[in-house]
């Protein structure tokens, strides 16, 4: 009896051993779109083929594979039960998923390509599932436009999983805080996972790189567009995100505006993003777009050390309040917001500033692009770091009793300028100060 109560016990501990194991390392795909997922090594590939398919299990998975597969699983799981649930959706095409040691991240209409490290990113591996499959019906304009393909898919991701990659953000009077060059852009989540080599070349480039690189990226438009439509869905009820869901998809497969201009600058800006957000939600929500995003003050200077002072960008009580930019000779700007350089030959600002060590004549600021004009004449020795720490109260400039500093509103300048260009070319300009 001893001996059949043992065998009996061995028996029990042999099949929970292999239901185990079988749930561990599953020897197919349980899915109707995932035709298989390969995991290529230079020894030896692991196949994984969907459950459906006439296809069998081989290679032997390494430590970590079977976790992977899972994952993976799982995610396209839920991705399939979202489309059975809504069942206006579009049916998937069969995809196949290869995961290799080192490739760059690729996605199309039936295959996406995957490193081993971005096959563990699951939000990543969702939103590129998402892509692959509205690129099966997709109309041209959004498999042509990069832009427009991101965003697509960002908002896909929310909708069917209501994740971002970034933290939402609706105060979008800081908008400045998403604007960088082609360069540091690429040290945040707004730039896509496809231009990875392209950002590695920017990197190893350190020495050699050209001023394209320090122009505004078209990806900082990404976080803002994405932003405000999220703002809209947020607030809509149930079955108004359904229809949104509904709109969403035939939008991806309909598409067929226009590519905006991608060379961004501070005077397009607004433009750019009001065209994107009126193509891309105008007619559902019934809206013409014209909002205004102001750059708030543009300092000026032709003293040394300023750009030491981008450091101390953490200490301005209106950091959060205010958008401002530093600029230097030769058309480049400090955002203040991220500390991103750039570089760009149109500008426009609701006050400029100019910090140096003499007034200017008049002729040299008339064409200012702003509102106003605060001119603060400092000395050569003067520490700009004791100055930058008083900026406190922009607005009213209560700091500047110690500098000698006028402010001019420069459309009565251009004003006077036309009427009366002889006394304007004559004219003090501290006798059109507003102080």
């Known amino acids: 009896m001893k001996v059949l109560k043992y065998l009996a016990i061995i028996y029990v501990f042999s099949l929970i051993f292999l239901l185990t194991k079988t749930l561990d390392d599953p020897q197919c795909i349980n899915s109707i779109t995932v035709q298989s997922i390969n995991i290529e090594r230079d020894q030896e590939s692991v196949f994984y083929p969907s459950c459906f398919f006439e296809k069998v299990h081989s290679g032997i998975p390494i430590l970590g594979d079977r976790k992977t597969i899972k994952n993976l699983a799982e995610s396209v799981a839920s991705f399939e039960r979202f489309l059975r649930q809504n069942k206006f959706f ?4 069969s995809i196949k998923i290869v995961i290799k040691e080192s490739a760059n991240l690729s996605v199309s209409a039936n295959e996406i390509l995957m490193n081993a490290k971005q096959a563990k990113d699951l939000k990543l591996f969702r939103k590129s599932l998402l892509k692959s499959w509205f690129l099966g019906f997709a109309s041209r304009q959004v498999r042509d436009d990069k832009f427009t393909q991101e965003v697509v898919s960002d908002i896909f991701l929310y909708v069917f999983w209501n994740e971002i990659n970034w933290e939402k953000e609706f105060n979008f009077k800081r908008w400045l805080k998403y604007v960088y060059s082609e360069k540091d852009i690429c040290k945040t989540d707004f730039i896509p996972s496809e231009r990875g080599p392209f ?5 190893a480039a350190k020495n050699i790189q050209p001023r394209e690189f320090d122009q505004i990226s078209i990806w900082s438009m990404r976080p803002l567009v994405v932003n405000r439509i999220l703002h809209y869905y947020d607030q809509m009820t149930l079955k108004e995100k359904l229809g949104f869901a509904k709109y969403w998809m035939r939008f991806a497969g309909t598409f067929e505006g226009k590519s905006f201009e991608k060379n961004l600058n501070f005077q397009n800006f607004s433009n750019v ?17 014209e909002e205004y995003l102001p750059v708030d003050y543009i300092f000026e200077f032709d003293i040394p050390q300023v750009e030491s002072l981008v450091s101390f960008k953490n200490e301005l009580p209106f950091y959060m309040q205010k958008n401002i930019l530093f600029k ?31 007034f200017p004549e008049l002729k040299e600021v008339k064409g200012l692009p702003a509102d ?19 900026i406190d109260d922009i607005s009213d400039f209560p700091w500047v009793e110690e500098f000698d500093s006028l402010t001019i509103y420069i459309p009565s300048l251009k004003l006077l ?7 304007v070319k004559s004219q003090d300009i501290k006798s059109l100060s507003l102080n």
């Open 328 to 358: 230097f000779k030769n058309n480049t700007y400090i955002n203040l917001r991220n500390g991103s350089k750039l570089v760009t030959n149109k500008s426009l600002a609701r006050h400029w500033v100019l910090v140096q060590n003499s």
């Open 417 to 423: 300028g036309r009427l009366a260009p002889n006394e």
């Open 90 to 93: 579009y049916k998937p095409n």
């Open 199 to 203: 950002c590695d070349l920017i990197t």
């Open 372 to 390: 106003y004009l605060t001119i603060i004449q400092a000395k050569k020795d003067y520490d700009l770091h004791k100055f930058y720490k008083k």
């Open 273 to 289: 993003y009001n065209m994107y957000m009126e193509q891309f939600v105008g007619k559902l929500l019934n809206a013409k777009f």
